[in-house]
């Protein structure tokens, strides 16, 4: 009766196993609209990629900017307290 129950129970795995394969294999495919979609999707990810990377280059030459300007700013006020400690 014990081996009944396990041969029952290893069947009906199987069976549910390839049932689902079945179910899944079946699917049709991806149709041609579809297809289109996905690929106007990658191409709208690539131009926005694109954007992305364009203002990443832009934010990093804005900061070297602040950061040469800071530095004209430091110089001056070094400059400005030598002459005033000269007086």
Do not use: H, W
Not at 2 to 9: G, H, I, N, P, V
Not at 69 to 85: F, G, L
């Amino acid at each position: 009766m014990a081996k009944f129950k396990k041969m029952f129970l290893a069947l009906l795995i199987v069976t549910m196993f390839s049932g689902s394969v079945l179910i899944v294999g079946c699917g049709g495919g991806v149709s041609e609209e579809e297809m289109k979609q996905l690929n106007d999707l990658k191409a709208e990810v690539e131009k926005l990629q694109g954007d992305v990377n364009k203002l990443e280059s832009e934010k990093a030459d804005l900061q070297k900017q602040i950061a040469k300007q800071d530095e004209m700013v430091k110089n001056y006020q070094k400059m400005t307290d030598a002459v005033r400690n000269c007086k």
